[in-house]
């Protein structure tokens, strides 16, 4: 429903964008996460027409942003970091001229009524844009962004500056999207993309660094399958019996406290070794108090990958080190 393919941006010398390629299928909610400054909102900008690319292709519903603007645009719903209203205009009149400016000519009303109930506004249908709270803006801005029924929502920051009940009703609304609509989310806040989106595609310095599902991610880069487990009885015994099942590679002891483990037992990728663990631990007549996979968080998933990408970026010490000896010299 969205693809992007080998997408760049140039501001003279430096390149915001640079060679960015994913796909969104339909009904999707798919994250777009990077640290500030990552080239987010450009590609964002992109997508939806507000922005021309220097090099590489992005259509929408089949139609290439470039080529068939107008198309694109009409398939496209977006909501900028800063919702775009009119301070002047009530809420209803708003989305009214909204509605209008995107082609809706039958039953403006009904649609109008139907976006706010979806976006939980009705109740500030004549209140001034320009004095509603900022969780309200966003509702509002989203509204907008829904009016036409589009194929594709581009959201930018969508809870940026809202409180947490703010937050989690708008998370809310944007799953309850899905299915009907292919989200691209755009964010730096890590709980965003874990919470609300099936995908990820994590960016850094303008380049894609990593694509899949937050679970997928983390079982990649931890390389080996992990269980976490509580056990009672004397560690060094329990641990020494862990160790001997098949197909454990490590087993290693992260708290005791009065006779009572915990213990994190990594196993080759691919082998399930939940059930020899479990009876290893009650033949030993120790109580098994608890078992449970040990996954990264996303944000041990983005700092490690973010933490690659720095050091491949930088020159070696003994570079850095010549280039400044010569620039004295």
């Known amino acids: 429903m969205i693809e992007v393919q080998h997408l760049s941006k140039r501001y003279g010398p430096v390149k915001a964008v640079d060679d960015v390629s994913f796909r969104a299928e339909a009904g999707e909610i798919l994250g777009f996460l990077g640290p500030n400054g990552a080239g ?22 089949g139609f290439d942003v470039f080529d068939h603007p107008l198309e694109a645009k009409k398939r496209t719903g977006y909501l900028p970091e800063t919702p ?53 803006k966003q509702r509002v801005g989203l509204a907008q962004a829904l009016i036409h029924n589009p194929d594709v929502l581009v959201l930018d920051e969508p809870t940026a500056g809202l409180d947490p009940k703010q937050i989690i009703e708008t998370r809310q609304l944007i799953r309850a999207l899905a299915g009907s609509h292919t989200i691209i989310l755009s964010t730096h806040i890590l709980p965003e993309v874990s919470q609300t989106c099936q995908r990820v595609v994590i960016i850094n310095k303008g380049k ?15 390389g080996a399958q992990s269980l976490i487990v509580q056990a009672q009885g004397p560690a060094e015994d329990i641990q020494r019996a862990l160790q001997n099942v098949t197909g454990v590679t490590r087993v290693a002891v992260s708290e005791t406290r009065d006779l009572t483990g915990t213990y994190q037992v990594d196993s080759d990728s691919g082998v399930d070794i939940r059930r020899e663990v479990a009876a290893t631990v009650v033949r030993g007549g ?6 449970r996979p040990s996954r990264l968080s996303l944000e041990d998933v ?16 003994s570079e850095t080190t010549e280039s400044t000896e010569g620039a004295n010299a």
């Open 40 to 61: 987010k909102t450009t590609t964002m900008r992109i997508i939806t027409g507000y922005m021309p690319a220097t090099e590489g292709k992005a259509s929408v519903a």
């Open 84 to 136: 775009p209203l009119y301070p002047d205009m009530t809420v209803r009149e708003y989305l009214n001229f909204v509605a209008k400016i995107k082609g809706i000519r039958a039953d403006i009303r009904g649609q109008v009524d139907a976006v706010m109930k979806k976006t939980w506004v009705s109740d500030m249908g004549h209140r001034h844009c320009g004095k509603l709270s900022k969780g309200y």
């Open 208 to 222: 894609v660094v990593a694509i899949d599902t937050p679970e997928a991610l983390t079982d990649q880069l931890r």
């Open 286 to 291: 120790w109580g098994l108090l608890e078992l």
């Open 302 to 317: 983005f700092l490690k990958l973010m933490t690659e990408e720095n050091t491949e970026a930088a020159p070696p010490a």
